[in-house]
């Protein structure tokens, strides 16, 4: 919807606008961050306005997640046919870039922090599984094991395990810390699209192309 202008004097583009691409509340629930291709603009969700942009981004933005510490925003996305990117943003300093670097050999599709906030595991369309330590950004392992694009990923509650899904129809559990397998699902079912950890840790839960959630008790 077309809003007033905001006392800082952004405003919403009316269009036409391109598709948004990933969402996420900020730690106090105070703003909505949208993303699309190109650029990120914050919500202030009492006032119904726009309260910030952050232009600096080259290509796609594909998934934008907060450490749960709070202390990081994360960024990833990337540029058709060249490596992807991941972006650190500091929310208490009014989204100041922190770091950025290339990672993958193509864009990074999706991404998840570790409880402890100190890993953030990252995938997309290389079909790799990467581990980073998020104080240095330095990959400390990777998965290899899938045959086509993974969709996305999730930590478990405890940061032990890592689930992985996406196109080549399989969901890979494996080794929070080394990403070493440990456990292979194969459906007969269409690509997967989305996935989650139960609050306990014992399901994964998935969709995909198929038109179901379906609940796996590992």
Known sequence: RVV????????GKIGPLPAVTALAFSPEGKSLLVGFYGRVV???LAESGIVQEL???AGSVNDLQ???DGKLLSLVGGKP???GEIR???PRAQLRLVSSFAAHKETILAQ???PDSQRLATAGLDKVLEIRDVGTGRTIAEMKDHSDTVQCLAFSPKGDLLATAGMDRTIKISDGMTAKGKMTINPEIKGFLALAFSPDGKYVLTSGESPEVRWWEL
């Open 112 to 114: 998840s922090f570790s």
């Open 88 to 90: 650190f943003y500091d």
């Open 66 to 68: 907060f450490s749960p």
């Open 42 to 44: 914050v919500w202030d």
């Open 81 to 83: 046919f060249s490596q």
């Open 4 to 11: 007033e202008p905001y006392s800082r004097g952004l405003i």
């Open 55 to 57: 232009n600096d981004v």
